[in-house]
């Protein structure tokens, strides 16, 4: 009359072996997790880098107008030295390297950098921007490196702007 059926469960055994066999694997891969992410974010700043400065060559031509480059921890205002939180580009047509709300914000980019410092390290006219010329596009007096620095200190980098507006990758050796 009544016909057996068997339970389709774990036992405790087969749930305790499980969840050894998970913290286990998690306790492996966590460290190799964030070393990936490190990389990753590593990875991602040089191309950051020269697509903010691309952008900022072009609209400098097209508008005829100085565009800056400056940190940004709002996202909405210049800040000095906070390259880490993000930055943004404005056309500068008042000529006062400060983003007014009458002028033309182009991009605002945040960083938001978790595993290391991100700053920028200007030339003698323009120490915490960087302005492009609007008769050339090029980044006269404003040139100098974005600096890379991780917590782990084994993955530095320098991105060096020159003078015509390029970029150079160069690894960091200690960070200062």
């Given at each position: 009359m009544y016909s057996y059926c068997k339970s389709l469960a774990f036992t405790l055994l087969e749930l305790i072996f499980t969840i050894v066999i998970i913290s286990i694997l998690v306790m492996i891969a966590l460290p190799h997790y964030h070393e990936f992410r490190e990389n990753q974010e590593r990875a991602q700043i040089l191309s950051t880098v020269r697509q903010a400065i691309s952008q900022a060559k072009a609209n400098a031509v097209s508008y005829r107008s100085p565009v800056i480059i400056c940190a940004s921890q709002d996202l909405k205002s210049c800040t000095n030295s906070q390259w880490h939180k993000g930055f943004i580009i404005f056309l500068d047509q008042n000529h006062n390297q400060e983003f007014d709300p009458h002028e033309k914000l182009i991009q605002a980019t945040s960083?938001?950098?978790?595993?290391?410092?991100?700053?920028?390290?200007?030339?003698?006219?323009?120490?915490?921007?960087?302005?492009?010329?609007?008769?050339?596009?090029?980044?006269?007096?404003?040139m100098g490196h974005f600096k890379y620095c991780a917590h782990s200190n084994k993955s530095n980098?320098?991105?060096r702007l020159s003078m015509m507006g390029q970029t150079r990758l160069e690894e960091a050796k200690t960070c200062e």
């Open positions: 960083t938001d950098y978790q595993y290391g410092d991100f700053s920028w390290k200007g030339g003698v006219t323009s120490k915490n921007t960087i302005t492009f010329q609007p008769d050339s596009g090029l980044p006269r007096g404003s980098l320098i991105v």
